[in-house]
């Protein structure tokens, strides 16, 4: 693996190699040719702020006007040039010192450049200057949401990567749009594009200058400024415009890479600066050199503009902190505070406050009315790197600490991020602040919810190559897809679930009002129910005792009916005694004929009662059954209701997850689409 | 990359077709390393050959010899190195012109890669390359923005510095080949110290392996170099031209050992005479020595060449050796092929020896005696006879109070300044063994009054200050730099220094009620901490264990051992002192400057002086007797051809000033005149004086130290204007002269100007005129009427010559 970024390095300086040796057809010129050699092996020493010996090689004309000792290069005359002479190591000091000497090609090349007079480019003509390709500069200087949608690329942008590698490298160059979903991620040569809400690869825009090492976002966010380079040898700004993804102004000359830039608010203005302490201000209008400040006395490390553009502050590895006026470059302001390294600046919204981050471990809030130190917070252990204080008033920071930080406007900490692995450097917001970003010491760019500081995803700043993310991006699909299914059954579940917990509830419910009635109404009804019972109990007594004394009477009269009759049969003719029998004869036969009434009304009296007795006794058991229920019930209910949110909310979490996933699939399908769809470099690396 | 592998059990390399290069064969073959150990698959060992022949003379023959690989099987044999093969152990076969020997082989986890180590692989990149030296990246604030440690003393700040400082600049873990630090080392891009190292070589391969691996740390308990070899161990090149490689090898605490011949950087003493190239070949110019050292990680190592011119036809005259100096000083006269000068006459020899003993001037009896006396052993009867006067023991009494700062000062009150100096001169008078009385000083607790010993401990009280004058004085080794960063031209490190340190950190001091008096004592508390990282020092001995000093007392311990065998450079150092009093000239020189790349211009001489002087039980009397008893200290001052301009090998008596007080007591003397100095009586000796504040004109302008530091450049011998005009106009003559009015009581005796004559130049020369002279001053002293005048003007003449302003 490493073999093959070997091999595609060695493949890429090949290719940068033929784009050099390309205009050999044309006539050997300062710009083609002359000046990346210079860039290769002198601007180190002979650049406009070192001027070693009085001699700048990385201009034109100051090749051409000449060191301290006089002219260095004679058109046509390599023996009267002395660089020349010492660079081919014909006189003394050779050049470059401390070095072998050049290769012989490079020799050749110089010498031939001289006795062809000095062109400066192919055509012979003056350099034109460096125009921007577009209108960059805006009339005012407009606060808040710019009119119509923000502006995101409109053209699908390169999908291909520029340079594939295995691995990323620390990601310091990170910015987001203040009001599009993108993210823009310093790459290798190349910078890499996201979009914040969907955290979708959008594609990359060319760095080829070498390492982007700043990234900002124009404040209405039209404009990408991307300063960097490489690092010794040249640093610039370039301006892309985003709905294009098209470059269209380089501005800085530096002779090593650029570490902090802004636009100002108006667009009218680049400030840079970088190890060569010195920060350069340059127009958009013609691309030309508006003011140098030579203030600071260590390497520019932040750059940032005021909202209203009055004002930029530029900070150093020294922990230089000012504050200067933008249209002349006058010093407004010294902020002194801050010992060592400051890694970066950020205006609040309002621009009365500027707030830095430094190494010095401290995230500092400056007043802006009077220059004073508001509030010093030391924020991360070890060093402060990364700082943003977005338009809603939060401050995200980032540190050695490997963590990173939100806090109010005033500079009370709101939360701590879940840490990294390694140091958190830089940090960005996405446009409605739900998002934060972290680039970290590994090259990847960690994205969190600002609300509750969860990682929610990674995004590398080292894009695989479009084939492998075509085959990645259907891997993922279809691991989505396995996701999806099995959520969804889980939904099933848990909807099934919450249903069978709402009929449950309904039931128990009823019961409680049941109990709740039965408790209420029985004891009334038990009291009747006894009464009745006394009742039937005594008319079933009365019944009886009328039965038994029918049954006497009949006993009575049956030996009344005897004894008369032995009277009669002794005197049988006595007809009174006859009557007498007769009469008594049909007296009992009258009761036994009233007998059966008799027992007839006991057994209706002793069902009665026994009905009576039975009712009782279950009224009797359904009071002592609905007592308890009364008091448990509602516990159960509670128990239920209680369970119900979690049940619901399970259901509309897994809703939502189905959803996301859905809307996921979805976005991801559509990239894959746009993947297909998308040219692949003709000479795409591999990784 | 095809191997032809030639049938058989052994592959033979020729590593170039021999042509003989001598005529005569070699006496012996040395191979270096003399055992070959290689482990891992990246391991490799380069191997040298060299030729010895009869006359001592050494050759590079190993493109000539032919070598022979035991079991192709286990290790090859390209381009001079040792590869492993396969595990285990086989034998390397050298032949040269007849001579033959064997290196064993071991291999070990032959196809086993090692990981990049940081502090293993990458830090020894930048001390090679030169990018952490003081005038670049090593520079306390770095150049160009970016700092190393100086020579590498902080690893993991390197670490930190390279990988963390400024995150996304110096390396680029996505395109290692295009990190900062790989594309400035090999001028891809501009960088001020120049190309450091091109794409392809080794420096850059592992600098890129390592970026690419993630730039990490190497985990905790990684090895650590321990020791580091230099092979070969001595070369005495013929002719210019000729040239002779060498190879560096490192142990490792794992037991490992690595080929650092290409890490290691090399530095040559004498570039005229060998120079030596980054890659260790080191090629003859000029004849004479160049000590060549090789530096890697903390070590410093190196070895004695010798550039003879081509073909040199030389035979070593007879000399005299009268012990064991005389034979080491001749034995390395007979490498260098130099002569030594004859024998001093005695006369030379009176002088030389009274000023060295006594530094006092014989007298004419004394010399009248000298010269009659007719015994063979006449010398020794006198050194003897000298050792026992009292100046003898009051010069190295005015030596010692130099080195141990003998001085009143606003802290160190007159009193216990006096006390101190008393105590010095009994122990010195007494003769107790150097190493008793150094013990006692260094262990010293109590008052500065009862026990006058502990002013050395009042004197200076700075921990590091005095941790520091302890290894100067008596190790002679300068330490101080180790205090920031590792020696970058010694072994010591800063792990060395603040263990020393720690000896120091107990060292209690109280007030009594007499305010002039400091009370000395072991307080049992206190430490040290190493300024990187904090970590607390133990006490270990400079050079030496780390000893159990729980409950003890620091300082005791530390004497017992400073002062005794145990320390290999306590009695080696006080014996380069001595020597140096008597040659003008140390062994090492300085006498304080003793380290890995300030060799001893004879090693085993130097050995052996302190061999004996700890036979001697640090009896210094009988280290002074061998001395100057020997033919080497007898040696004339004149040079013939060969040795003329040898300045370091003491094949000749060295013309030498003679130190402040010494002198002024010599011109006293010979004038009779008095020196009254604050404290002593009239007429006491300069030498005597025992306060280092009390001074006068003279001894100012003659270089008297001023015992503000130890160093051995206190005492000032470079000659001045002052000191000139001083002699010649100032009251040290032409006053002294009439002070003491000389010519003037030898007139009165009726001495004839010829003896008044004779009497001067013995007095001040220690001979008598030669002929020429005296006929000459003898005519101007006729010439004039005032005899006294113009032989007064005749004595100012002599005191103005060089012939008296030297000891010689």
Known sequence: ?687 | MKISVLSGACAILLFASATSIQAIAPVSIAVFPPDVNVQSARGKQRIIVQAIYADGITRDVTAQAKVTISDPKIAKIVNLEVLPVGDGKCSIAVEFEGKTTQVPVDVKDAIKDRPISFKLDVMPIFLRNGCNQGGCHGAARGKDGFRLSLFGFDPDGDHYRLTRELNGRRINLAIPEESLVVEKSTGKVPHTGGQKFAVGEQYYNDLVRWVDAGGPQDPAGIATPVSVDLFPKNALLDGKGSTQQLIVRAKYSDGSERDVTSLALFLSSNDSSGKVSPNGLVTAGDRGEAFVMARFSTFTVGVPFIVLPKDLKFSFPATPEKNYIDTLVNAKLKNLRIAPSATCSDEVFLRRIFIDLTGMLPSVEEYKTFMANKSADKREQLVKELMERKEFSELWVLKWAELLQIRSSNQVSYKATLLYYNWLQDRIARNVPLNQWVQELLGANGGTFNNPVTNYYQNETDILKVTENVAQVFMGMRIQCAQCHNHPFDRWTMDDYYGFAAFFTQIGRKRTDDPRELVVFNSGSGEINHPLGGRRMAPKYLGGETPDVVGKDRRGLMAEWLASPKNPYFATNLSNMVWTHFFGLGIINEVDDVRVSNPPSNSELLQELGKKFTEYNYDFKRLVKDIVLSNSYQLSTQANASNESDTKNFSHSSIRRIKAETFLDCISQVTETKNKFPGLPLGARAVQIADGKVSNYFLTTFGRATRESVCSCEVKLDPTLSQSLHLLNGDATTQRITQGNLIGKLLKDKKTPEEILDEIYVRCLSRMPSADEKTKVLALVNAEKDKKQVLEDAFWAVLNTREYMFNH
């Open chain 1, 1 to 687: 693996m490493v073999r093959s970024i070997i091999l595609l390095v060695a493949l890429l300086s090949l290719a940068t190699q033929s784009a050099v040796a390309q205009p050999s057809a044309k006539k050997i010129n300062y710009q083609d040719h002359i000046l990346p050699f210079f860039q290769d092996k002198c601007v180190a020493c002979h650049n406009q702020d070192k001027k070693s010996s009085g001699v700048i090689l990385n201009s034109y004309s100051k090749v051409i006007e000449g060191g301290s000792s006089g002219i260095i290069v004679k058109a046509g005359d390599p023996e009267g040039s002395s660089l020349f002479q010492m660079v081919a190591h014909k006189s003394e000091p050779f050049m470059p010192p401390k070095s072998p000497k050049v290769a012989d090609t490079s020799i050749v090349m110089l010498e031939k450049w001289i006795k062809e007079g000095l062109l400066e480019t192919a055509d012979g003509k003056a350099l034109a200057l460096n125009k921007p390709t577009a209108d960059i500069a805006l009339g005012t200087v407009r606060r808040g949401k710019p009119d119509g949608p923000p502006p995101m690329p409109e053209k699908p942008l390169p999908l291909d990567p520029l340079v594939v590698t295995l691995k990323g490298n620390a990601v310091i160059g990170l910015a987001a749009s203040p009001w599009a979903p993108l993210l823009a991620v310093g790459g290798q040569k190349q910078i890499v594009l996201y979009n914040t809400d969907t955290m979708e690869y959008l594609g990359v825009l060319p760095f080829p200058d070498g390492f982007p090492t700043v990234l900002k976002f124009s404040r209405n966010g039209g404009f990408l400024l991307a300063g960097g380079g490489r690092g010794g040898k040249n640093g610039s700004a370039t301006l892309f415009n985003i709905k294009t993804g098209q470059k269209v102004l380089t501005v800085g000359q530096e002779s090593d890479a650029v570490l902090a830039a802004d636009i100002s608010p108006d667009q009218t203005r680049i400030a840079l600066g970088g190890p060569s302490k010195v920060v350069r201000v340059y127009s958009t209008v013609d691309g030309k050199l508006l003011h140098e400040i030579k203030k600071h006395t260590d390497w520019i490390t932040s750059i940032e503009y005021s909202p209203d553009g009055v004002l930029f502050a530029s900070g150093d590895r020294s922990g230089n902190l000012f504050v200067w006026e933008s249209h002349n470059g006058k010093e407004y302001f010294t902020l002194k505070g801050h010992t060592n390294y400051i890694n970066n600046l950020s205006w609040r919204a309002d621009g009365n406050i500027l707030a830095s981050v430094s190494e010095d471990a401290s995230l500092k809030l400056w007043e802006v009315e009077n220059g004073t130190l508001v509030k010093s917070i030391p924020a991360h252990a070890g060093g402060a790197q990364g700082l943003v204080f977005h338009r809603d008033g939060t401050i995200v920071t980032s540190g050695r600490d490997k963590t990173s930080k939100s806090w109010k406007s005033d500079g009370t900490a709101i939360l701590t991020m879940e840490p990294l692995t390694d140091l958190a450097l830089r940090v960005a917001v996405s446009h409605d602040a739900v998002f934060a970003f972290v680039g970290d010491w590994n090259g990847n760019v960690v994205a969190y919810k600002l609300a509750d500081g969860k990682k929610v995803d990674v995004l590398p700043s080292n894009p695989p190559t479009l084939k492998a993310r075509v085959e990645l991006s259907a891997k993922e699909i279809v691991l989505l897809r396995e996701q999806l299914s099995k959520i969804s059954a889980e939904l099933t579940t848990a909807k099934t679930q919450d249903a069978k917990l709402q009929g449950d509830l309904a039931t128990t419910q009823k019961s409680l009002t049941d109990a709740t009635l039965a408790v209420k109404d029985l004891p009334a009804k038990i009291k009747q129910l006894t009464a009745n019972q006394a009742t039937a109990l005594a008319l079933q007594t009365k019944s009886t005792s009328e039965l038994k004394a029918g049954e006497a009477m009949i006993l009575a009269s049956t030996d009344s009916l005897k004894k008369i009759k032995e009277q009669s049969d002794k005197n049988k003719l006595d007809a009174v005694l006859a009557k007498n029998v007769t009469a008594a004869q049909e007296k009992l036969d009258k009761l036994k004929l009233e007998l059966p009434a008799l027992q007839k009304a006991l057994q209706e009296k002793t069902v009665a009662y026994t009905a009576t007795v039975a009712g009782l006794k279950d009224a009797q058991m359904k009071l002592i059954a609905a007592t308890p229920l009364v008091p448990a019930l509602p516990k159960q209910i509670d128990a239920m209701q209680k369970a119900m949110p979690a049940a619901q909310a399970l259901v509309t979490t897994l809703t939502t997850k189905v959803q996301d996933l859905e809307k996921q699939i979805g976005t991801k399908e559509a990239s894959l689409q746009r993947y297909k769809k998308a040219q692949p470099l003709a000479n795409a690396p591999k990784s």
